[in-house]
């Protein structure tokens, strides 16, 4: 038997309750016409691994949040993601990734930012949730609590990538900060995956069987950013967000616009107290508000009946859904 609140499930009981993951791994101008059918196949082979991951988590009764950090773990693993091992380069040449969670039960939250050696900065958002009194921690701080927390820690060259170094050596020979997903790119002429025209942040929302969400989301950040920059993945409302009755959102896009329109406690705003649909939120904040200020955007939301959206207003998202009722599937292009 299993106790949830003043409710008792049995096994069986809670077997028939329902479970959905969703995860992405970035949006932009992301065109069939500038991939290869290697490159495709590699990421959605990658995306439907860290579903599967996720889903075996679920499927076994185990927690949204349990289920949210596995899948990105897995997306921070693999270079082809601008998180964890695939992270951009800094102006001065060094990865700096941000991380955080949320749990939709509790609304408990933890975060990291400016991180350069956890190897998953997600797991290590996960431990400031659980295992700290705060909701962020930054810098040498964080990675001062990732080793007291025993995580793994890595030399700078383990997050180091080729393709990821050439694109910080175009943005200083044009003097610009990438944001991949951006059409104004003074670079896209160059002959770089996708034009060099797509953000790989990477997140994932989960409902589990005891009906609880969860938030994560995880990133590298911009190509050749400066002086300590931070986006909106690590700040709880803005690129992350969960509450159990009204939904759980990941955002990827141009952190600056997820920053000044709290995008994802937005959504949730719409639904709690304008008694939205969670389609009619993520549209009307997605479609709407931020293409109206020339926001590039994604996100992914989940409500607390299992509804989801994977929303863009950009050619392409990689995304990726798998639910007790619907098998693991993953798509990258409008």
Do not use: W
């Amino acid at each position: 038997m299993e106790v949830i609140g003043i409710l008792t499930f049995t096994l069986k009981e809670m077997e028939k309750r329902k479970f959905v993951l969703v995860i992405h791994g970035g949006v932009g101008t992301i065109l069939p016409r500038n991939m290869t059918i290697e490159k495709e196949k590699a990421y959605r082979d990658v995306l439907i691994r860290a579903l599967s991951v996720g889903e075996r988590i679920l499927k076994n009764g185990k927690t949204a949040v349990e289920a949210v950090e596995a899948a990105i773990v897995v997306l921070e693993n693999i270079p082809l993601f601008n998180a964890g091992r695939g992270s951009v380069f800094t102006y001065e040449g060094e990865n700096e990734m941000d991380a955080s969670i949320m749990d939709g039960l509790t609304l408990n939250a933890g975060a990291v930012a400016g991180v350069k050696r956890i190897k998953n900065p997600i797991t290590a958002a996960r431990k400031v949730m659980e295992n700290s009194p705060h909701v962020m921690l930054i810098g040498k701080g964080a990675e001062k609590f990732a080793k007291k927390e025993n995580l793994r820690l890595e030399k700078p060259s383990y997050f180091y990538s080729e393709e990821r170094y050439q694109q910080l050596m175009l943005a200083r020979e044009n003097n610009e900060v990438i944001l991949d997903h951006s059409g104004e790119n003074k670079s896209t002429d160059k002959e770089i995956e996708n034009n060099d025209k797509k953000l790989g942040t990477v997140g994932a929302v989960a409902l589990d069987r005891h009906g609880n969400l969860a938030a994560a989301t995880s990133t590298g950040g911009m190509t050749n950013k400066r002086y300590g920059r931070v986006g909106d993945t690590p700040i709880i409302g803005a690129g992350t967000y969960a509450k159990n009755n009204t939904c759980a959102v990941s955002g990827t896009g141009h952190g600056e616009y997820f920053l000044r329109n709290v995008v994802a406690y937005d959504i949730s705003a719409l639904i709690e107290y304008k008694g939205k649909s969670l389609k009619e939120a993520v549209d009307f904040v997605i479609h709407k508000k931020l293409k109206g200020q020339n926001g590039e955007a994604g996100v992914i939301a989940l409500d607390k009946k299992g509804n989801y959206e994977m929303t863009f207003n950009t050619e392409g998202m990689y995304r990726g859904i798998v639910s007790d009722i619907e098998p693991a599937r993953a798509e990258i292009f409008k």
